[in-house]
């Protein structure tokens, strides 16, 4: 009769070591330090391609490319990246500078805009849902339900 009565206090005792490990371990990584995530990663302009390293400082400069410079700066919500892909057209670049200098043949003489999404395995219309592959293919097709009663699929804002 000692012998289960013995046993369970040590095996409560081990419970309790691992939960109390569990939680020591658990909270450091867990707590992310805050203010470092956001805050200090750089922000591109989604109209020019110019860094800057924050989105705060970015906001409050103008942009050539806005209003003949009068517009500020817009930022591009994507990521960061090897390539890029216009939204209107498909056009891939290795720079966002690159991509926003150069006029898009989709945007009566404006230029490419960085597509958020980045380079994708299938893009889905925003407006009818289609799926397309590629992106060149879905941008030189004409969108059933484009808001403006015509003009061509453009990618989800996923
Ligand atoms: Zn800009
Ligand atoms: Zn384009
Ligand atoms: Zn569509």
New binding site residues.
Partial sequence: MMKPTGILPVMIAVLAAFALHGIVFAAPASAKKPGTTSSQAPAY?K????KYPDAKTLLRNR????DGGKGK??LFEGEAADMYICENCGMTYTSLKDLTRNTCPHGNGTAHVPYRGGICAQYTCRWCGRKYKNLKDMTRNSCPKHPDGKGNHRPSGN
């Fill in positions: 302009c109209l020019c391609g110019q942009c050539p490319h806005n700066h817009v």
